[in-house]
């Protein structure tokens, strides 16, 4: 049987230069995958994909919380092991005003910290030094680069070991001081956290966030981490804590206490005034602060005077604000002050947007 299509046959001569073609074709496209392949290679050779950096990085990072004279916690945030990976380093804010920092390593302990390595004011870090060792990560020994790919690993909210990536969108200059722009989300509890770029190395310790604009997150760069390590030193924690002086220590409970109270004067001298700084150690930004002051004798510790006001300004997360307030003309030097924060307003979300 046979059906309705037509054929013709081919010469034999054609049959034998057509396979000749399709072998050199062939040839031809194996030598561009090859090639492909090597450049492929060459480009992205030393580099690792966000999920090896997690794996290869992650037990160096640790969970971070500062806690107050009374035992309450004072904030929480992240770090990771550098040098000879007894020396922890975070930012100095994740520390300051703290009695005591005790540090929980990705294998569930947790180690109390006595000791510290030093701090720089200036960059806002901190070293940590504690009795064991660990794996620790290494320092880049460049700058970073504009829109080169890096990871963030930290603690934001609590949430251990939380990962997210993004790239370098800026390097930024605050007189002598350098900051690393990137668009790696982060959040409370992330502050000492490593920045990661794709070859392994550590290019900064994720700092601050501007809640007001889109992935607008700060980095301290690690040639500052690196001369910090360089001038290790070993010093009781209380010597780099940065404690406010008080006369009075928060209550028990409280996140938000008054430090540096004092008396002060205005209309040349013919007014008095209290004096001191509201202390926010929470997460949001908070108003109309409600604070009452006893003053009492010195020699007696009997009450002679107290006074109640309200702060209606705004205090920034983790920040300090000071603030000068009138009060009774007949107030004595010679008195003890004792402040108590009786109230606050709580803003509703998170972060500050300044």
């Not at 299509?5 to 034998?16: E, F, I, S």
């Not at 500062?66 to 975070?90: E, Y």
């Not at 701090?119 to 064991?132: F, S």
């Not at 926010?280 to 109640?308: C, G, Q, W």
Request: charged share 15%; with cysteine.
């Amino acid at each position: 049987m046979k059906c309705g299509v037509a054929t013709t046959a081919l010469p034999t001569h054609w049959l034998r230069a057509n396979a000749s073609d399709s072998k050199a074709s062939l040839r031809h496209l194996r030598c561009a995958v090859a090639l492909l392949v090597l450049l492929g290679t060459s480009s992205s050779a030393g580099e690792s994909s966000p999920r090896d950096l997690f794996q290869r990085s992650r037990s160096a990072v640790v969970l971070i919380t500062s806690f107050d004279a009374t035992g309450q916690p004072l904030r929480i945030g992240s770090g990771f092991f550098v040098g000879n990976g007894s020396l922890v380093v975070t930012n100095l804010h994740v520390t300051s005003g703290a009695s005591s920092v005790k540090v929980r390593l990705t294998s569930g302990e947790v180690e109390t910290v006595q000791r510290s390595g030093g701090a720089d004011p200036q960059h806002d870090l901190v070293l940590l030094r504690l009795p064991t060792k660990h794996p620790s990560l290494a320092l880049a020994k460049r700058e970073p680069e504009v829109g080169e790919p890096v990871v963030a690993i930290g603690n934001p909210k609590g949430l251990e070991g939380t990962l997210s990536t993004g790239v370098v969108s800026g390097i930024r200059r605050d007189g002598d001081t350098s900051y690393v722009q990137i668009t790696a989300p982060i959040s409370p509890g992330s502050s000492g956290g490593p920045l990661i770029a794709s070859d392994g190395t550590v290019l900064g310790v994720a700092t601050a966030s501007l809640s007001g604009g889109q992935n607008l997150n700060f980095a301290v760069p690690a040639a500052y981490i690196q001369a910090l390590v360089d001038s290790a030193s070993d010093v009781p924690l209380a010597a780099v804590s940065r404690t406010i002086p008080t006369t009075d220590p928060a209550p028990a409970n409280s996140l938000v206490s008054v430090a540096g109270l004092g008396l002060g004067t205005y209309l040349g001298g013919r007014g008095t005034t209290i004096v001191g700084s509201i202390v926010n150690s929470t997460s949001y930004v908070i108003s109309d602060v409600k604070i009452l002051v006893v003053f009492t004798d010195a020699e007696t510790a009997v009450p002679r005077h107290y006074e109640l006001f309200v702060w209606h300004e705004e205090v920034a997360p983790g920040l300090a604000r000071a603030f000068s307030e009138p009060a009774s003309r007949y107030l004595r030097s010679d008195w003890l002050a004792r402040a108590e924060v009786l109230d606050y307003r709580m803003a509703e979300s998170p972060g500050w947007d300044p």
